[in-house]
């Protein structure tokens, strides 16, 4: 049953989706404030639900970005899936830190990234250097060094399990007393002068103090109801799924297991290849960064429909194409097989590359996490801190540097870094 009354002496905090930015949102309300009365509502019949973001991404956790901003958010989400077991109580592992590779043929871009290197150990990610042509034959063997000039490399980056920990984070929320609700739609507010009173779904009107936005590629629809304008782009991402086509070409278990994320820095295409080691055998899966329009007004099962050019063995493709690129570069590619599912997805993007999390400009109780730009997960522990730092204490405490590049505002206003390192 739907709570009727709000609390005037606890805050009752409602959070709008259930995927990671939600659920570490939640989350991290819940440990700040453990009087609070926390509802979260989610769209979907379940979490973590099949058509939403979260649950269609690559799943990964990297350091390795060009604003200071994101890359101590990154550093801080990285030691929180480190101990999400101890944190969260969850004893299967969420968390493979092969590292992320950048490889670079460009004289130009390669200056940048050293520089790059350069001051994200400034900023605390001691772990990141740069390797030479040489050092990349010596520790990778299987990428093509004749024409590279070098390599940016992070061990303690990786992929996650996007599956494990939304199921563990739900658990855990619903044992310290969270309300959870599943296929239920956000229709409309209740405002009065400069705050949301309700959250109105289907018959019913929740009571709230404080309303967290973290619908992902649906913000800008949330944004709408507010009558906020949220420049939050839906835009569709694929991704392949390959292996061996002859089992005998497998890597040696050691060698696969030190296998890690890689990104092919090329002029027109900018592949990406990260193990899939759950699923068992040599397996991959591939991405690429491609230009495409925003879809504003996607339905649920537009993200399952693959554009023909992105198909599996369609000549003259996409796929076909990013293939031939990635072959150059790692020789090993071309002994593939791909399966024909392609996954679909959609990013939410802001034209910063970076997030909001921030004050809505219209309601001062309502808090916007959203516009991850691709690194929803990576960033998706930091962003629950930032949240609960702005309900709890209204200010960015643990990232003073928010007001900055992760407000609202310095959207709006351009004023904010803009992120690089973007795939």
């Known amino acids: 049953m739907l709570p009727q009354t709000k609390s005037e002496s606890h805050p009752t905090v409602i959070v709008i989706g259930g995927g990671i930015a939600g659920l570490m949102s939640a989350f991290h309300i819940r440990q700040c404030m453990p009087q609070s009365s926390i509802i979260v509502i989610e769209q979907g019949n379940y979490i973590p639900y099949a058509y939403g973001t979260s ?55 390669w200056n940048a990234a050293i520089a790059r290197v350069v001051n994200q150990q400034k900023w605390g990610l001691a772990d990141v250097r740069c390797l030479s042509a040489e050092d990349v ?58 705050n949301i009173t309700s959250v109105h779904v289907d018959g019913a009107a929740i009571p709230c103090d404080y309303v967290v936005n973290c619908t992902g590629a649906w913000a800008s629809r949330i944004g709408k109801l507010l009558g906020t304008e949220l420049p939050v782009a839906p835009e569709k991402r694929y991704l392949w799924s390959a292996e061996f086509r002859n089992p005998a070409d497998d890597f040696p278990e050691k060698q696969y297991e030190r296998i890690p994320f890689i990104v092919c820095n090329h002029d027109s295409i900018t592949p990406y290849v990260k193990p899939e080691p759950v699923i068992g055998r040599n397996s991959f899966m591939v991405g690429c960064e491609h230009r495409v329009e ?67 400009p219209n309601y001062s109780n309502v808090i ?5 730009s691709g690194h929803g997960i990576m960033h998706g522990p930091a962003a629950g801190a930032i949240v609960a730092d702005l309900i709890s204490c209204g200010k960015y405490c643990l990232f003073p540097s928010g007001e900055q590049n992760l407000s609202y505002r310095s959207l709006m206003e351009q004023t904010r870094e803009i992120e690089s390192m973007k795939i």
Request: proline share 4%; net charge negative.
């Open 294 to 360: 925003p879809s504003w007004n996607f339905q649920l099962e537009d993200q399952d429909w693959v554009d023909p050019d992105f198909r599996v063995n369609v000549p003259d493709g996409y796929h076909q194409r990013m293939w031939e690129v990635l072959v150059d570069w790692l020789p090993f590619t071309e002994r593939w097989g791909f399966r024909d599912t392609v996954h679909g997805g959609f990013y939410e993007t802001t034209p910063s590359h970076s997030p909001i999390i921030g004050s809505d």
């Open 55 to 109: 649950s269609r991404s690559a799943a990964c956790s990297r350091q390795q970005f060009g604003c200071e901003h994101n890359v101590k958010m990154s550093l801080y989400s990285t030691r929180f899936y480190e101990r999400f077991g101890a944190i969260v109580g969850e004893k299967d592992r969420i968390f493979w830190q092969r590292g992320y590779l950048f490889l670079y043929r460009d004289r130009d871009r």
């Open 137 to 194: 034959r010596k520790e990778f063997p299987f990428a093509y060094t004749d024409s590279l000039l070098g390599a940016t490399f992070c061990p303690s980056d990786g992929f996650v399990d996007a599956g494990i920990i939304l199921t563990a984070l739900r658990q855990r929320l619903e044992d310290e007393g969270v309300q959870i609700y599943t296929d239920m739609r956000v229709i409309g507010f209740k405002t009065s002068y400069v």
């Open 368 to 372: 916007h996490c959203v516009g991850f």
